[in-house]
C-alpha cells in the first residue's frame, strides 16, 4: 500500500546484560519496545505504557529507569540491566530472585520483573531500612494481585542476605 | 505449551527453606513450579511470542458516547509509512455471528466488530495494521471520523435513565416481608451505592493471530481456552479443531479474560486478510472500554428486626447498569438472600441501560455488592439495637441454606468469627463510634461477613508415567496466578507416588485435554478431580503391569497390589523387589503408562462434552442435591482517620475463610491476601468517573484510576478455619480465589462508622465524604 523505506531509522548500539546488541531502528522506539520486539527480551514487561504502572522497571547505569518512558537511543553507552542478566551466570539467583519464590511475592507474575528490578536497586539505595520504608520505596510498581505483603517480607528477606 | 520441569530449574538459592517432603503432597506449602520461569523473565507470555512476518495493529475508538459514524477518512493513514492495512466496518472482512457463552445461537447472521453506531465512548471503530509498533500507532492517529452524536445516558444517575427493566428470574420471595417489616419494632432502610470498577490487570488484553490455510493459531491471554476456541470457531466459520489457543501464562484476568471480544476478531480478520501474523495489544485506556468492568450498582436493603435485634423481614431492591446493547446482571441478593436466617425475604432487581461497554464479571460478580449492602445493613442494625456488631451477626446465624432451605455443605463461618475475633483483639473494641484514638487519628474498628457459592463443572486430563520415572500431566485449563501449574503437580504426585519434583505439568494449550472457565473459583476444585481421576487410572494400570507382567520382578510375588511411593515399587509388607519406576517400566518393555480421566457423567456423548467444555449451561448448582454448598469468611478491619483531613488508611487485617481443604496453603494464603487488597481498592480508591458531557470515563489510566499501591497495605493476617468439603469437589476443597473480597468494603465502611460515627453508604470512602 506504501513505500515501507520511508521510516527513518538509525543504528543504535545497545549493552544489555553485559553483551552488545546493534539494531536499526526509528528514532521513536522505546527502550521497552525495542527490548520486547526487536531482541526477544520479553522479561521486561508492558503493563501501562505511560510509567504509570512500573511493570517495565529496567536498571540503567544501576539506577532504576522506566523503559517504556525511555527512548532506545538515550541508552547507547550505558549498562542496561534487564530482569534476566539478574541471575549469576551460572544461573544463580540473586537474593531478592530467590526470596520472591520462597515468600510467594507474585501469583500472576506479570509486575514481578519491574518488582524485582526495584526491590534489587531498593535495597541498593538503602531504602529497605523498615516495612514501612519498603512499602513506600516500592509503592512505584503495582501489582493488582496483591502480592504486596509477600513482596515487603520477600524485600525484606533479601535485604537482610544483602547486608550479611 | 509451557514445560516447568522443576528438576532442571535453578532453584538452588530458593530451595533453602525446602526439604519437607510433605510440601510436595496435596495440601502441602510447595513453592510455585512457575515461580522459577517469573522470577528470571524466562515466562513468555500470550503475545509475546515472536514470529517471523509479524505485523503490529492498532485500535481506533469512539470519541463519542452515542451516535453514528458518518465518514471515516483513512487516506493519510493508508499512505503513513509501513501501513499495510486499514479496516473500516466497510473494509474488514465479513465474520460470523458466534453463540454467546451459555451456548445460544446467535441473533445475528454476522457480527462487526467495528461499529458505525456508537453506544459507548470508546468503541472500535477502525483499525490500522503497519509494519512495526511505532507506525501502526503513528498511523491511526491520522484516522479522520466524523460523527452524527445523539444525546447519551452516561451513568445511572443520568436523569434520562429511568428506573430500567425488571429481571423476573432476580426475584426472590418468602414469607411476606413488606408485612413483616411494617409490624416489626425496630426498622432500618438505607441505600448503599458501588461504583463502576475495572480488573485492571497488568497484563492488557491482547493477542497474536495466526493463520495457515484453514488452520487458526491465536497466542491470547485466556481464562478459558475451550470458550475461546469455539468464538473463533464460529467467527471464520472453520472447525472447532482448527483453531488452537495458546495462553501458557496469563498476567491476570479477575475476570475478565474469558470471552474472545471485538479487537481479537479485528486481529483474527487482519491476519486472514493480510496473509500475515499480526499482533494486537490494547493501550492501558483501551483496556477501560474494551470489555467490561464490575458495573455501577444501587441496592436499598430494609430490615425489621426485634429489640433483640433478631431479623424478621428483609426487603431489597437492586438495580444495576448494563449497556445499551448488551445485557449483564449482577446479582445484587445474592448474599442478602442467605447470609442471615429470617422467615420473611423479598428481592427484586432491575437493569438499567447506559451508553457504556456492557459491564463484565469482576472478582465475586453479584456476591461483591450483594455483601456491601447487607452487611452494612446489619451493622447499623446493630447500632440501632445497642448490640455488638459480631454478636448480632451469631444472633442472627443461618443454620440452614435460608432460601434453598437446605443444610449447609459444611460452614466454617462460626468458627471463623471466633478465630478472627480472637486474633483481632475484637473484646478489646469500645462499642461507641469515636471513642478510640491515637492523637489526631479515629480509630475504628469493624467487622464483616464475605461467602461465595461453590460452582462445580468438569475437566478432563491426561496423566503420563514416563520411562524415566517422571510424570507429565496435560490440560487445557490455565494459571493466572492460582497456583494451578502447583497444585495440580501435587495432585498427581501424591496419586501416583512421585516426588512433586518429578511432575511436569503442561497447560495453556487447546490441544491438550479439555476444561471450562477458569472463572467463579471453580477449577482448582474441578481440575484436581479429573487429575486425581487420570492419576489413579495411570497407577491401576501401572500396578497391574507390575503384577500381571512375566517380565516384572514382582510377577513372582502373586500380590493383590503392590505400593508406589516416592517413586519407588514395593510389595505393600516390604518383602520383595525394591525398584524405582523407571526401571520397572524398562523392565517389562514400556515406555509409557498412560490415561485420560475425565469428571463428566459417564454416559456423556461427545455432544454433550463439547457443550460443557465451551459454553457455561452445564455448571453444577451449588444446592444440587442435599446440600447448599459455599465457601465463607469474616474480615475484621481497622482504620484510622485523620480528623482534621479525613483521609483513611487501613491499619490492621485480620480474615479467617473457610475455603474447604486448600490444596496449597502458601498459594491460597496469597489469594486471599489479593482479594483483600482488591477490597481495600474498592472500598477507598476505586471508581472510574465519567465526564458528564462526553459519556466518557476520564480516569482510563493507571495514575488517575487508583489501583491500591504497596504503601496503601498493611500487614494482612488470614486464618484458614477450613474443613475437607466432599460433597464440594473430590478432594474436598470449596473455592478460594474470589471468596476473601466478599466482605472487605462493607468491614471497612463498618470501621470507618466506629471510627467517625459518619456512615458512608457510598463507595469508594473518599475524604470528602468525612468531612
Known amino acids: ?164 | 505449551m509451557t514445560v516447568h520441569n522443576i528438576r532442571h530449574a535453578n532453584t538452588r538459592h530458593a530451595d533453602s527453606r525446602h526439604g519437607d517432603a510433605s510440601d510436595g503432597a496435596v495440601g502441602g506449602r510447595l513453592s510455585r513450579v512457575d515461580g522459577p520461569a517469573k522470577i528470571t523473565g524466562a515466562a513468555k507470555y500470550a503475545f509475546e511470542q515472536q514470529l517471523d512476518g509479524l505485523a503490529h495493529a492498532v485500535m481506533v475508538e469512539a470519541t463519542i458516547a452515542a451516535g453514528t459514524v458518518r465518514a471515516i477518512d483513512t487516506r493519510a493513514a493508508e499512505t503513513a509509512p509501513g501501513v499495510l492495512l486499514v479496516l473500516t466496518p466497510d473494509t474488514i472482512m465479513e465474520i460470523k455471528g458466534a453463540s454467546d457463552w451459555l451456548g445460544n445461537p446467535p441473533t445475528q447472521k454476522t457480527y462487526s466488530p467495528l461499529a458505525r453506531t456508537v453506544t459507548y465512548s470508546g468503541q472500535h471503530i477502525a483499525a490500522v495494521v503497519a509494519e512495526t509498533f511505532e507506525q501502526a500507532v503513528a498511523a491511526a492517529a491520522l484516522v479522520e471520523v466524523s460523527y452524527d452524536e445523539t444525546p447519551a445516558i452516561v451513568d445511572l444517575s443520568d436523569a434520562k435513565a429511568g428506573d430500567g427493566i425488571p429481571i423476573d428470574v432476580m426475584t426472590k420471595e418468602w414469607g411476606d416481608a413488606e408485612a413483616a417489616f411494617a409490624a416489626a419494632p425496630v426498622r432500618i432502610c438505607a441505600a448503599y451505592n458501588t461504583q463502576r470498577e475495572y480488573q485492571a490487570a497488568m497484563e492488557p488484553h491482547g493477542l497474536i493471530a495466526r493463520w495457515q490455510g484453514e488452520e487458526l493459531t491465536i497466542w491470547e491471554p485466556s481464562q478459558w481456552l475451550d470458550g475461546m476456541a469455539r468464538t473463533y470457531a464460529e467467527w471464520f466459520g472453520v472447525p472447532f479443531e482448527n483453531v488452537r489457543l495458546v495462553s501458557p501464562y496469563i498476567g491476570g484476568g479477575f475476570g475478565s479474560k474469558a470471552l474472545a471480544l471485538a479487537h481479537s476478531a479485528v486481529a483474527a480478520a487482519s491476519a486472514k486478510m493480510l496473509g500475515r501474523p499480526v499482533k494486537l495489544v490494547l493501550t492501558r485506556p483501551q483496556n477501560f472500554t474494551s470489555y467490561g468492568g464490575r458495573a455501577a450498582t444501587r441496592q436499598t436493603v430494609t430490615i425489621g428486626a426485634g429489640r433483640d435485634g433478631k431479623i424478621q423481614s428483609i426487603v431489597h431492591r437492586g438495580v444495576n447498569e448494563t449497556a445499551v446493547d448488551g445485557m449483564w446482571v449482577e446479582p445484587l441478593a445474592s448474599v442478602t438472600s442467605i447470609m442471615y436466617a429470617t422467615p420473611n425475604f423479598s428481592s427484586k432487581q432491575n437493569v438499567v441501560r447506559v451508553n457504556t461497554v456492557v459491564p463484565g464479571a469482576k472478582r465475586a460478580p453479584g456476591e461483591n455488592p450483594s455483601a456491601f449492602g447487607i452487611e452494612c445493613a446489619i451493622d447499623e442494625l446493630a447500632y440501632e439495637v445497642g448490640v455488638d456488631p459480631l454478636e448480632i451477626r451469631l444472633r442472627n446465624y443461618a443454620e440452614q441454606d435460608p432460601e434453598a432451605k437446605k443444610a449447609w455443605s459444611t460452614r466454617q463461618l462460626r468458627e471463623a468469627f471466633a478465630a478472627g475475633a480472637e486474633r483481632f483483639g475484637w473484646s478489646k473494641r469500645s462499642p461507641k463510634p469515636r471513642s478510640m484514638r491515637d492523637g489526631h487519628q479515629l480509630i475504628g474498628w469493624g467487622v464483616a461477613a464475605g461467602t461465595y457459592p461453590v460452582r462445580r463443572a468438569y475437566g478432563e486430563a491426561i496423566v503420563r508415567i514416563l520411562a524415566d520415572g517422571s510424570v507429565e500431566v496435560e490440560s487445557s485449563s490455565i494459571d493466572m496466578g492460582q497456583g494451578t501449574y502447583t497444585i495440580l503437580a501435587q495432585t498427581a504426585a501424591e496419586t501416583v507416588g512421585v516426588p512433586a519434583d518429578d511432575v511436569v505439568v503442561k497447560l495453556g494449550d487447546s490441544r491438550f485435554p479439555r476444561a471450562g472457565v477458569a472463572g467463579g473459583s471453580r477449577l482448582a476444585g474441578v481440575m484436581t478431580g479429573a487429575v486425581y481421576k487420570a492419576a489413579t487410572s495411570a497407577l491401576d494400570q501401572f500396578v497391574g503391569l507390575a503384577i500381571s507382567d512375566p517380565r516384572s520382578p514382582f510377577h513372582a510375588l502373586q500380590a493383590n497390589t503392590l505400593v508406589v511411593a516416592n517413586g519407588r515399587i514395593t510389595a505393600p509388607r516390604g518383602d520383595g523387589p525394591d525398584v524405582s519406576i523407571a526401571e520397572l517400566l524398562a523392565s517389562v518393555g514400556r515406555d509409557r503408562i498412560e490415561a485420560t480421566g475425565d469428571t463428566m457423567p459417564a454416559n456423556s456423548s461427545a455432544e454433550d462434552r463439547y457443550k460443557n467444555y465451551t459454553t457455561i449451561a452445564t455448571s453444577v448448582p451449588h444446592t444440587e442435591g442435599d446440600y447448599s454448598r459455599h465457601s465463607w469468611c469474616a474480615h475484621f478491619i481497622e482504620v484510622r482517620v485523620d480528623e482534621d483531613f479525613g483521609t483513611v488508611r487501613v491499619s490492621r487485617v485480620v480474615s479467617a475463610l473457610d475455603s474447604g481443604r486448600l490444596y496449597n496453603p502458601k498459594l491460597a494464603e496469597s489469594q486471599w491476601k489479593g482479594g483483600i487488597i482488591m477490597g481495600i481498592g474498592q472500598a477507598l480508591l476505586e471508581e472510574g468517573i465519567v465526564d458528564r458531557r462526553h459519556g466518557r470515563i476520564v480516569n482510563n489510566n493507571l495514575a488517575d484510576y487508583l489501583v491500591p499501591t504497596n504503601a496503601d497495605i498493611p500487614d494482612i493476617e488470614v486464618i484458614s478455619v477450613g474443613i475437607p468439603d466432599l460433597h464440594s469437589s473430590v478432594l474436598g476443597g470449596k473455592g478460594v480465589g474470589e471468596l476473601a473480597i466478599v466482605g472487605v468494603a462493607p468491614a471497612i465502611a463498618n470501621a470507618v462508622f466506629h471510627a467517625t460515627g459518619k456512615r458512608v453508604r457510598d463507595l469508594p470512602i473518599t475524604l470528602e465524604k468525612l468531612i
Open chain 1, 1 to 164: 500500500m506504501t513505500d515501507q523505506t520511508t521510516s527513518i531509522t538509525i543504528p543504535i548500539h545497545l549493552t544489555i546484560n553485559g553483551r552488545d546488541h546493534s539494531l536499526n531502528v526509528e528514532p521513536r522506539v522505546t527502550l521497552l519496545d525495542a527490548l520486547r520486539d526487536r531482541l526477544d527480551l520479553t522479561g521486561t514487561k508492558k503493563g501501562c505504557d505511560h510509567g504509570q504502572c512500573g511493570a517495565c522497571t529496567v536498571h540503567v547505569d544501576g539506577e532504576r529507569v522506566l523503559a517504556c518512558l525511555t527512548l532506545a537511543a538515550q541508552v547507547e553507552g550505558r549498562e542496561i540491566t534487564t530482569i534476566e542478566g539478574l541471575a549469576g551466570a551460572d544461573g544463580t539467583l540473586d537474593a531478592v530472585q530467590a526470596a520472591f519464590l520462597e515468600q510467594d511475592a507474585f501469583q500472576c507474575g506479570y509486575c514481578t520483573p519491574g518488582q524485582i528490578m526495584s526491590a534489587v536497586a531498593c535495597i541498593r539505595e538503602g531504602h529497605a531500612g523498615s516495612d514501612d520504608e519498603i512499602r513506600e520505596y516500592m509503592a512505584g510498581n503495582l501489582c493488582r494481585c496483591g502480592a504486596y505483603p509477600n513482596i515487603v517480607a520477600a524485600v525484606r528477606q533479601a535485604a537482610l542476605e544483602v547486608a550479611s
